[in-house]
Structure formats: structure tokens, C-alpha cells
């Protein structure tokens, strides 16, 4: 009230006095309606900010899914598993860029693919890139190498194999089984295992191997990251995929996993140390050569794989490994045959500790032969672990 009878009314909302209640009325609704008005803006500002941040997550979640996509094609490629065809298709390709450099005639190349077709359709390899001696090569060198080895123990005979046209890239791992095999058919003890196994199988041939280790139950869940198909493939194997075919064949095999570093510097002496006590036992005697009935030994790590022939001691007590290699061609190998080699092409094969300095290295040994009862214990085993690892 004024005083002078004059009724006033005060706003709720800002404290303005009125004297007529119709406008104040107006006024709270002017309130009213502009609270309305903003509150509807908040909401479609947020409802826009979530519309935005959706948007921005689905287009991320694209891209991510597109960079899945590529990378999964690029192992794909990398690991032959794209369906761009195996050893055949590379082979053919391969000779056939050579005609087109001028680097091949003609008629080299029909009789080449009718040599290969032939291999292929019989199951065998042909026998191009082998290289055989070596062994025998390398004992005759140690009984008269006087400078700084003072022991060397060496595999059973071994033949070399290195990669052709066809598998060039990616065939380390069948060429590898290729050496192994070579030497286990030297040895009468596994004759019954490997009657059906009398020549070195092809490539093609050895992905079918595999894959019938497969169906008789062998790792399957290497199997599946293959989708239980090799064969025409350009797919790597590593040594899961040895253990299978030699058990399959009952060939008593075994993976040991150097699954890290036992050295300074990324080194692996356990590894070496391994090896020495593998070729060691049972040729405990005072010969400074050692030509064992040890087979070789498969050597694994990320990318590549080398088959393990013998190991030197050095006067110094340092040890030496001595490797083929399926990346080394004939031509480099045949220079080990060499009655009077001064040493010098041994560096093909020697490899110190500093050499070996992968995070983790899987070896493949045999050591006989299996009972039907043991092969199905070990197929059973295989689908739970295949490895035994080193600490």
C-alpha cells in the first residue's frame, strides 16, 4: 500500500512494483515465456552438441574400421593368405617377367614350366635348388682347421635347399622341413615313418601334408588362423605347423620356446647353450670333431626360419652356431665343397650370439620315432600346447 489508499504489486520474478494487477499479470508471462524460450535453446543446443558428437564418433569408428580393414589386407598379403595364388601362379609369374626383361628365351620357359609341371603333378621337388656335401664338406675342413675351434659337433648329412621363383618371399619354412627331412631319410630308423616318403616332397605337396595333419586332428587352432587350407597359397608356416607334419608322420618331434631374451643386449645364450647340449650328449669324446647321427635342428623366429647343422667352441669358449639358410643360393653354397676352403665362406653359415637377437626363437628337434598309441597322445596334446618353453 502507498499511504495514499494506491494498491502496488511487486513482481515475483524481478521485483518491479505495479500498479494494476493485469499488468503485472502481462508482465510475469513476458517472464514466462522468455525462461520458455531459453530453456527450449539449451535443449537444442544439446541435443545438436550430442547430434555432433555422435556423428563424430561413427566417423571415427569408420576410419578405424577402414585402417582394420587395410592393415588385416596387408598381413594378408604379407603372410600369403589373399588368395593371389602359391607356388605355381608366383612361378609362372616370375618366369614370365624374366622373358619379358630378356633375361629368359622362350623356349627356357616352356621347358622350365613343363619340368615344373611334371614336379608338381608327381608331388616331388625338383631338385634346382639343392645343394648336397656339405656336411661331409665341413668335417674334412675341421680335422685340419688348427686356428681358433677347439671343438665343432655336426649334424647327420643335410642337403641344402633354397628358395626358387616360386617361393621366393615366403617358402623359408618348407624349405627348412625340406633340409630336415632330407636328413631323417639318411637315416634307416625312420624308414618305415617315411615310406611314402621317399623323395623330397614339392612345396604344394608339403602344404597338402599339412593339411591332412590338420584333419587328423592336429592343432586346430593353427588350422583355423589358416582357415585349414594351404595349399595354393602363398601362406608362411612356422614351427607349429613342423611339429604337426612330423607328428603326423610319427616322427618324434618336440618346439622349445626361447620366448625371451636370457642375455645382455637382447641376446639368447640359453639358446646356444641349448644347441650345444642337444649335439653334446652322447658324443662326449676327446675328437675335435664331432660328425653326429643328430639330425638338424629347425629354427624359428619372426619372419624367417634357418635350419641349425652344428655348432662351434671356439679356443675362447665362445660358442658358434652354424646355420643353412634357404635365402642363400647354390651358387654360395657350393663354394663349402671346396677341398682346400681357407674358411672364409663358413661365414654363410657361422652365427655368434650377437648375431641371434630376436625377442623369441622356437626350435624343432627330432629324436625317433612313435607308437601309434603316442601319436594320438600327442594329437590330443597338440590341441591344448604344442611348445615347452625356456624361462
Request: glycine content about 8%; proline content about 3%; some cysteine.
Amino acid at each position: 500500500d502507498t499511504g495514499n489508499g494506491e494498491q502496488l504489486y511487486e513482481c515475483p520474478m524481478c521485483s518491479l512494483t505495479c500498479t494494476n494487477i493485469q499488468i503485472l499479470q502481462e508482465h510475469v508471462d513476458l517472464h514466462l515465456e522468455e525462461q520458455s524460450f531459453l530453456e527450449g535453446g539449451n535443449i537444442r543446443d544439446l541435443e545438436l552438441a550430442q547430434q555432433l558428437q555422435t556423428e563424430e564418433d561413427k566417423w571415427q569408428r569408420s576410419e578405424e574400421d577402414k585402417r582394420e580393414r587395410e592393415e588385416f589386407k596387408k598381413l594378408q598379403r604379407q603372410y600369403g593368405l589373399d588368395n593371389s595364388g602359391g607356388y605355381k601362379q608366383q612361378f609362372l609369374k616370375d618366369m614370365e617377367r624374366e622373358v619379358d626383361k630378356g633375361r629368359m628365351q622362350p623356349f627356357e620357359y616352356h621347358k622350365r614350366k613343363a619340368d615344373m609341371m611334371e614336379c608338381l603333378a608327381l608331388g616331388i621337388d625338383d631338385g634346382k635348388t639343392k645343394t648336397s656335401g656339405v656336411i661331409e664338406a665341413l668335417c674334412k675342413y675341421y680335422q685340419n682347421e688348427n686356428k681358433d675351434v677347439r671343438r665343432v659337433w655336426l649334424s647327420t648329412g643335410v642337403d641344402h635347399f633354397h628358395s626358387s621363383l616360386g617361393d621366393r618371399g615366403w617358402g623359408c619354412g618348407y624349405r627348412n622341413f625340406q633340409m630336415l627331412l632330407s636328413s631323417l631319410l639318411k637315416t634307416s630308423m625312420y624308414n618305415d615313418c617315411l615310406r611314402d616318403t621317399a623323395l623330397i616332397p614339392s612345396i604344394p605337396k608339403i602344404q597338402s601334408m599339412i593339411e591332412d595333419a590338420w584333419r587328423e586332428g592336429f592343432d586346430p587352432h593353427g588350422a583355423s588362423h589358416f582357415n585349414n587350407k594351404l595349399h595354393g597359397s602363398k601362406a608362411w608356416i612356422g614351427a607349429c605347423e613342423i611339429y604337426s607334419l612330423l607328428t603326423n608322420l610319427r616322427i618324434k618331434c618336440q618346439i622349445i620356446d626361447f620366448h625371451k631374451p636370457t642375455g645382455p643386449m637382447g641376446t639368447h645364450p640359453r639358446l646356444f647353450e641349448w644347441v650345444l647340449h642337444y649335439y653334446s650328449t652322447d658324443n662326449e669324446g676327446s675328437a675335435k670333431v664331432a660328425c653326429t647321427s643328430k639330425p638338424p635342428i629347425y629354427l624359428q623366429h619372426q619372419g624367417h626360419s634357418r635350419t641349425v647343422v652344428g655348432i662351434e667352441e671356439k679356443k675362447n669358449k665362445t660358442l658358434c652356431l652354424l646355420l643353412f639358410d634357404p635365402g642363400c643360393p647354390s651358387q654360395e653354397m657350393q663354394k663349402l665343397l671346396k677341398q682346400n676352403s681357407d674358411g672364409t665362406s663358413l661365414r654363410l653359415l657361422r652365427k655368434f650370439l650377437g648375431s641371434l637377437k630376436e625377442k623369441q626363437y622356437q626350435i624343432v628337434t627330432v629324436d625317433g620315432v612313435l607308437s601309434l598309441e603316442e601319436k594320438a597322445a600327442r594329437c590330443r596334446a597338440s590341441q591344448v600346447l604344442t611348445s615347452e618353453k625356456i624361462p
